[in-house]
């Protein structure tokens, strides 16, 4: 069995042989030009997809760029290993660039989701758009190149507000700056509910509800249900309240609990 028949198997069990086979594309090209290939934008799940298919190619390489330090969606560029032996990898064209869209705040306030769903509305896709970085009465977002003018041009409004958009440089772009705020608690179990419900200081019914509604994800893949089991190293993302990281479980109570930290990122 070929090394693109393993990943592909693995992964369609996982339901994701989609996205693994245009990576596996893309990775095939590169080493068959002897040159590089980029992705579109990745999630963190995505990349770490990348990740597993350029360890399964000897000559493969990988450079990742999300336009600014610290990027969570980013794309990837697939190189043979040749070619970056004697490549600049600042010299590879990930073809980003950023947006800067502000708002008169005294009347509007704008949130990610806001944001997001304005520019998925003028027909954009989610592999187009890069990180959307929030930044008081103004944010950035990082995009492909070539919807760039056409973000500045027919964004006009998010919502209610109307909004200016421009084009700005990508160092242009500040750190980013996240919230993390660290949380010890004992749930009765490592189940989804009982962890997120602990982590969003909220109760394990209501979070029984949202997960029904689709609105956590675990390591950035749709969680399957309340009673999904998870384990140190796993991510929570929950639509509109950030995400949860589980740092440990150092051990049980007497009683039986299960003690945790978790890292919370607002």
């Known amino acids: 069995m070929s090394e693109r028949d393993k990943i592909l198997r693995y992964y369609r069990a996982a339901g994701d042989a989609e996205i693994a086979a245009r990576l596996l594309d893309l990775s095939e090209t590169a ?39 610290g990027a ?16 600049d990898p600042d010299s590879f064209e990930f073809n980003l660039e950023a947006i800067l869209i502000k708002w008169d705040s005294r009347y509007y306030r704008l ?18 758009l890069g990180d959307i970085i929030m930044a008081g009465e103004q944010c950035y977002v990082i995009a492909d190149a070539s919807m760039g003018n056409y973000i500045v041009q027919h964004l006009v409004e998010v919502g209610q507000a109307t909004v200016s958009v421009s084009n700005v440089a990508l160092d242009e772009i500040p750190a980013k700056e996240e919230k993390v705020k660290e949380i010890r608690a004992t749930v009765a179990s490592l189940r989804l509910d009982a962890v997120a419900a ?43 309240r950030g995400r949860v990281e589980i740092v440990e479980v150092p051990g049980q109570t007497k009683k039986g609990r299960y003690s945790i930290l978790l890292k919370r990122f607002m």
Do not use: C
């Open 31 to 69: 080493l068959k030009t002897r040159k590089y290939k980029v992705s579109e934008f990745l999630d963190p799940y995505g990349l770490s997809i990348a990740e597993t298919i350029a360890a399964h190619y000897e000559r493969l390489a990988l450079e990742t760029s999300g336009g600014y330090l």
């Open 72 to 87: 969570e969606r980013v794309k990837v560029a697939f190189v043979d290993a040749d070619f970056l032996e004697f490549a």
């Open 111 to 128: 949130s990610h989701r806001d944001i997001l769903g304005a520019l998925m509305g003028l027909g954009i896709k989610r592999e187009i």
């Open 198 to 240: 602990a982590g969003f200081g909220t109760s394990r019914t209501r979070m029984a509800e949202d997960i029904g509604a689709a609105k956590l994800k675990v390591n950035w893949q749709e969680a399957k249900s309340p009673s999904q089991v998870v384990k140190v190293g796993d991510v929570i993302s929950m639509r509109g």
